[in-house]
Nanobody
Framework: QVLLVESGGGSVQAGGSLRLSCSANGLINRYAMAWFRQAPGKEREFVAALNWNGENTYYADAVKGRFTISRVNAENTVYLQMNGLKPEDTAVYYC?????????????????WGQGTQVTVSS
């Protein structure tokens, strides 16, 4: 069982940056990893994903060009660098893992989830 723990959330002003971290208690180098987010009153939505070695990435249109997902398998950690933050990026951000780098957008295909970290962007 892989446990994921997110950190790095906080409150920033629009245009600011944050870097989220997702640390695993075990090896994640076989898994595709992703970030999702859920705003109040909205469904959880896909943000970004990358394959086992980080060479392939995929982003939601809403964050493309502003967010960067990366991983360091030796540290069992996945990152989400968020630049140019907007108020609409306000949400709880979740880290997730799945066995295959396919069908990345639906959340129900992920086997492992963290507890989430809050990101609040003020205008």
């Amino acid at each position: 069982q892989v446990l994921l723990v997110e950190s790095g959330g906080g409150s920033v002003q629009a245009g600011g940056s944050l870097r989220l971290s997702c640390s695993a208690n075990g090896l994640i180098n076989r898994y595709a990893m992703a970030w999702f987010r859920q705003a109040p009153g909205k469904e959880r939505e896909f943000v970004a994903a990358l394959n086992w070695n980080g060479e392939n990435t995929y982003y939601a249109d809403a964050v493309k060009g502003r967010f960067t997902i990366s991983r360091v398998n030796a540290e069992n950690t996945v990152y989400l660098q968020m630049n140019g933050l907007k108020p609409e990026d306000t949400a709880v951000y979740y880290c997730a893992g799945r066995y295959y780098y396919s069908q990345l957008v639906p959340s129900d295909g992920y086997q492992y989830w963290g507890q989430g970290t809050q990101v609040t962007v003020s205008s």
